[in-house]
């Protein structure tokens, strides 16, 4: 089963921007559909955004507006552009693949994910 690597985490004012990097530890089928999710404290983890193979999206309603997702087929990684970042958006980033289009259930393991903080 392919592994996740997230990164691209830190501790940013509101307001601020962030990008998310996730690499597999091996090569992701490109008919795959990959997402980011997050767990905040004391709350389950949540779909934020999912991406097809061709570069279709769904984002969650908090999200929508503010943060992007790509992915790099050949480099075997998925991005997440997050800007005007809210402290709501404080939380553990994973990603994961493949993913079930459109409901977003991933079906792939979980890495460790990175730590977003978004504080005055």
């Known amino acids: 089963q392919v592994q996740f690597v997230e990164s691209g985490g830190d501790s940013v004012q509101p307001g601020g921007s962030l990008r998310l990097s996730c690499v597999a530890s091996?090569?992701?089928?490109?008919?795959?559909?990959m997402g980011w999710y997050r767990q905040a404290p004391g709350k389950e983890r949540e779909m934020v955004a999912i991406i097809t193979n061709g570069g279709r999206t769904k984002y969650s309603n908090s999200v929508q507006g503010r943060f992007s997702i790509s992915r790099d087929n050949a480099k075997n990684t998925l991005y997440l552009q997050m800007n005007s970042l809210k402290p709501e958006d404080t939380a553990v980033y994973y990603c994961n693949g493949p993913v079930i289009w459109p409901t977003g259930s991933p079906v792939g393991s979980w890495g460790q994910g990175t730590q977003v903080t978004v504080s005055s």
């Open positions: 091996g090569s992701i089928p490109s008919t795959y559909s």
